[in-house]
């Protein structure tokens, strides 16, 4: 049979958001779980813990299996002599052997709109492998300087990889500071 007639197949999912607070301690093992399996055990409870109390974006397959997770966070950046609202986005992640179906993509969809309705602007730090999909959805890399406000006051960052920025025109003649936690400040 030529390639164009042939069946496609396609797995049904389904799209929830859901606060911290409203997901079960199951919910929140399962989202934790994927994590390790898809940073193949390069991501650490510090971490997790960067995408805890903020709103998660989980795809499940017909069956309730977890596939694809994201969440996005409140933190601040100073910009410019403003203090910004930012949705960080945290802990997304694909199955292994579910990538490249688009489940990334609806993830992103579902924590942008959050950002879009609830802050000024959206950051990440983006892994190799996942900064393709945040380019496609319009993130951009962030060309000026970085830092944080950190416990010894304003503290730059020259050493640190750029993070991605989307939903905001910001002037990278100024620095981006955002504010101070534990492990990865970005």
């Known amino acids: 049979m030529p390639p164009e007639y042939r069946e496609r197949v396609t797995t049904v999912t389904t799209l929830r958001t859901a606060h911290t607070a409203d997901l ?22 510090e971490d997790w813990d960067h995408g805890l109390g903020g709103v998660h974006a989980l795809v499940h397959d017909a069956e309730g299996e977890l596939l694809a997770h994201g969440s996005v966070v409140q933190r601040r950046v100073l910009h410019n002599g403003r203090s910004l609202r930012v949705g960080y986005v945290e802990a997304v992640a694909t199955r292994p052997d579910s990538q490249r179906q688009g489940l990334g993509g609806q993830v992103m969809g579902a924590l942008e709109d959050v950002v879009e309705r609830a802050y000024d602007l959206g950051v990440l730090s983006p892994s190799e492998e996942g900064e393709k999909l945040y380019r496609a959805h319009g993130w951009q890399t962030w060309t000026g300087l970085v ?35 534990d492990g990865d400040v970005f």
């Open 147 to 181: 830092g944080t406000l950190g416990p010894r006051g304003v503290e730059e960052m020259p050493d640190e990889d750029a993070p991605m920025i989307w939903g905001a025109d910001l002037d990278p003649a100024h620095a981006l500071l955002i504010d101070w936690r």
């Open 24 to 45: 079960t301690p199951t919910e929140l093992a399962a989202a934790r779980a994927l994590m390790d399996r898809a940073f193949d055990g390069d991501f650490s409870d």
